[in-house]
């Protein structure tokens, strides 16, 4: 009992082979419901920072430290041109977050309950 014990440790922390760290910046970057609505927009299309703003109705100091957020988390990438900066998913970023969470459907049912009075 006590090596199945062990072994159940074991898989519950090796389950996971992604970077921890960037997985955590990530989902610190979607909790924030303008970082969502930013996101939301970049769905379809890249855009330049004025049309953020006006979509938001945000100021652009504010639109900055989000984008900022987002950008740490490589959520977003960024492209200058001329004097404008050009903001785009970076899917490989959401890939890396559906696999962490996949992993929670994949492994939970597989490790069963035990008793720690034992």
Excluded at 41 to 70: G, I, M, N, P
Excluded at 99 to 111: D, K, T
């Amino acid at each position: 009992m006590l090596q199945q014990k062990l072994m159940q440790r074991k898989l519950i922390r090796n389950s996971s082979t992604l970077p921890l760290d960037s997985i955590a910046v990530g989902f610190h970057a979607l909790s924030e419901p303008l970082r969502i609505n930013i996101l939301d927009l970049l769905r379809t299309k890249e855009l330049c920072v004025c049309d953020l703003c006006e979509a938001l109705e945000a100021s652009q100091s504010k639109l900055s430290f989000h984008l900022k957020v987002l950008k740490e988390a490589e959520l977003v990438r960024s492209r200058q041109e001329g004097r404008w900066i050009y903001y785009s998913l970076n899917l490989p970023q959401f890939v890396l977050l559906e696999q962490y969470l996949s992993e929670y459907r994949r492994f939970s049912p597989i490790v069963p309950a035990y008793s720690c009075e034992e």
